[in-house]
Nanobody, 116 residues
């Protein structure tokens, strides 16, 4: 059973920064894509950023230029550096990991609250 544990969420003022980390319980060398989704109150879960095994990244349009995703296979972690945070970034952030094309693992989420 693969476990993903997120950390780094919290309360921050608009314009501030947070760094989210996702630690995997097993090696992530075999994971194709890892990344982050978020879900704001009353809204659907949306993809924020993803990173492939070879380091290719993709971002949701509203976070481009503000968020940076990185992956450290040796440390079994995926990190999301979030800068210039806005109140609309407030959400629960979930880490995910894809093994192959049919298996996706999820973390339990970490809450990010950005005050105006």
């Amino acid at each position: 059973q693969v476990q993903l544990v997120e950390s780094g969420g919290g309360l921050v003022q608009a314009g501030g920064s947070l760094r989210l980390s996702c630690a995997a319980s097993i090696s992530i060398f075999s994971m194709n894509t890892m990344g982050w989704y978020r879900q704001a109150p009353g809204k659907q879960r949306e993809l924020v950023a993803g990173i492939t095994r070879d380091g290719s990244t993709n971002y949701e349009d509203s976070v481009k230029g503000r968020f940076t995703i990185s992956r450290d296979n040796a440390k079994k972690t995926v990190t999301l550096q979030m800068n210039s945070l806005k109140p609309e970034d407030t959400a629960v952030y979930y880490c995910y990991a894809d093994r192959g094309i049919v298996t996706r693992y999820w973390g339990k989420g970490t809450l990010v609250t950005v005050s105006s």
